[in-house]
């Protein structure tokens, strides 16, 4: 096996927004960069300038992306979420807080017993985001 890339494809409200979601997660988080953005061209399935296929990296960690204007019978959801373990208050403060802006928090930052400081969110573009602050 030579590897395996978490892909997320953007469909119904959020068909279109992949490159937009691409650029918040990536300044977001250190070590982070756009690799490589393919664009639907005039004559292709989908709209013109919509991501065919996104390639970027998230504190080193890669991973893919696209647009879907198909009618799918999904979209994104919590039971799938990326998890970020943060170092610092500061660091899981400021993620958090950037990533919250116009989406809902499944669990607001706080003490929750199996951790001094802990979040969950769904950004909005509805990707699943769990914070955890270290303990290390």
């Known amino acids: 096996m030579k590897s395996i890339t978490t892909t997320l494809m953007f469909v119904r409200e959020q068909a279109g927004k992949a490159e937009e979601a691409i650029k918040l997660y990536t300044s ?43 009618d799918h019978r999904f979209s994104f959801t919590p039971s799938m979420s990326l998890h970020v373990e943060c170092e610092s208050e500061s660091e899981i403060q400021d993620a958090f807080t950037t990533l919250a802006k116009g989406g809902v928090e499944l669990m607001p930052l706080d003490n929750y017993g199996f951790s001094e400081k802990f979040g969950w969110l769904n950004d909005k573009y509805g990707v699943s985001w769990q914070f955890n602050l270290s303990e290390e």
């Open 28 to 70: 977001v988080f250190p070590n982070s960069k756009v690799i490589d953005i393919q664009y639907y061209g005039a004559d292709e399935p989908e709209p013109k300038g919509s991501v065919k296929l996104a390639r970027f990296r998230i504190n080193g960690v890669e991973f893919m992306a696209r647009d879907s204007h198909l």
